[in-house]
């Protein structure tokens, strides 16, 4: 058991707070009223690990415009190899890549950064007390830049091909945010295990990689059938990649109300399982990173 004195962040000038850390206690779900008090902490790791990222680059953010534009165009080239009948619809496919890549990335950028996030701070955990809570959810919001700026290449790629969307855009921030949630709680599975398990930081970026492939990003959910339909939306993205071309470029998705559910189940058992694996770790996380 360690005894910690702490001053609240908002107030410098009240008596230092004791805090007691005990890991015999039952490791219980995340105190919302104390990860509220530390808000100002979260934008502050936010704002250094942007600082961080852009301040010595050579390309700079325009590394953040190549990178879904070169993949789009490769991944527009395969399919244009490979598959000889053209699709149905009047969007241009290099623009239905793009829209689904900004979002994968999105998704992809924030288990990143938050699998890392225990472990590249381990020296700070080590001798100062805050919610460690703290740092998936700074860890979260950086990739919000970069997708910000990839949706902007999006918009001016629909302006010049002159694609006009519905009134659904404006259920396009509820879809980021979603996915945000469902990344964060892949982030704090995967945060907790790579403080115990450093192979989870190799491992994460392949698998990011084969969800690639398996997430209707290349190609459409409707080419999945039958009895598989209820496996492939046990993925959450499935359904927000349907949903988020729906609202941004108005491509009616091939989704029933059964797969909207199973994709809103896993992804709350994901977010609420991972709280509390977070919670359990944190416990013992200061004496085993």
């Given amino acids: 058991m360690n005894l910690l004195n702490v001053v609240s962040p908002e107030d ?35 704002f250094r690990d942007i600082t961080v990222r852009y301040r010595q680059t050579v390309v700079g953010i325009a590394w953040t415009v190549l990178q879904p534009l070169s993949l789009m165009l490769a991944l527009s080239l395969f399919k244009k190899m490979i598959v000889t009948t053209p699709e149905k619809g009047t969007i241009p496919e290099p623009v239905k890549l793009l829209c689904g890549l900004v979002l994968y990335q999105l998704f992809a950028a924030i288990i990143n950064a938050s699998t890392l996030c225990l472990v590249d701070n381990r020296q700070m955990l080590t001798k100062v007390y805050f919610p460690r809570l703290v740092l998936p959810l700074a ?39 979603t996915t945000g949630l469902v990344a964060l709680g892949f982030g704090l599975w995967l945060s907790a295990l790579n403080a115990h398990y450093r192979d989870f930081g190799h491992v994460v970026p392949f698998a990011l990689q084969l969800g690639l492939i398996v997430s209707p ?73």
Wanted: proline share 3%.
């Fill in 12 to 46: 410098t000038s009240a008596e230092p707070e004791v805090i007691v850390v005990d890991t015999k206690q039952s490791a219980g779900w995340i105190d919302l009223r104390e990860l509220w008090r530390y808000r100002g902490l979260v934008w502050v790791f936010a």
């Fill in 139 to 177: 860890a979260s919001l950086r990739p919000l830049i970069d997708f910000g700026i990839g949706l902007g290449v999006l918009i001016l790629m629909m302006l010049w091909f002159q694609i006009w969307s519905s009134v659904a855009m404006i259920l396009a921030p509820l879809v980021v945010v």
């Fill in 217 to 289: 990003v290349a190609v459409d959910s409707s080419h999945v059938t039958g009895g598989w339909r209820w496996l492939y939306f046990m993925n959450p993205m499935a359904t927000l990649l349907d949903l988020f071309r729906w609202t941004m470029l108005g491509i009616t998705p091939s989704l029933g109300w059964s797969e909207i559910l199973v994709s809103l189940i896993s992804a709350t058992f994901l977010l609420l399982s991972g709280a509390w694996y977070f919670r359990r770790v944190d416990r013992f996380l200061a004496d085993s990173i």
